[in-house]
């Protein structure tokens, strides 16, 4: 089994910043692509970052410039740095992973991190 672990969000007021956390655990895996989704109350959940094996990028249109998404194949984590955050970023933000898991056999497996609540004041 492979988990998801986040960490970083919290309150801060509008114009401030964060630094989310998602490392990865567990049994033995390649990790291929990973991504931030968010999800405020009463709306779907929608992808706001999302970063290749190889280190390509892409961003919801309204974080571009605000949000950096990075990661590190060493820790097997994955990060997300929020500038100039507004209250419309207020929402749980889960961690995704798109995995290749090792052991007598492989199999490919997204996983989901279990969210960390994210609230701008403003």
């Known amino acids: 089994q492979v988990q998801l672990v986040e960490s970083g969000g919290g309150l801060v007021q509008a114009g401030g910043s964060l630094r989310l956390s998602c490392a990865a655990s567990?049994?033995?895996?390649?990790?291929?692509?990973m991504g931030w989704y968010r999800q405020a109350p009463g709306t779907e959940r929608e992808l706001v970052a999302a970063i290749s094996s190889g280190g390509s990028t892409n961003y919801k249109n309204s974080v571009k410039g605000r949000f950096t998404i990075s990661r590190d194949n060493a820790k097997n984590t994955v990060y997300l740095e929020m500038i100039s955050l507004k209250p419309e970023d207020t929402a749980v933000y889960y961690c995704n992973a798109d995995l290749t898991v090792y052991g007598s056999s492989w199999y490919r497996q997204v996983i989901w991190g279990q969210g960390t609540q994210v609230t701008v004041s403003s």
């Open positions: 567990g049994s033995t895996f390649s990790i291929n692509a």
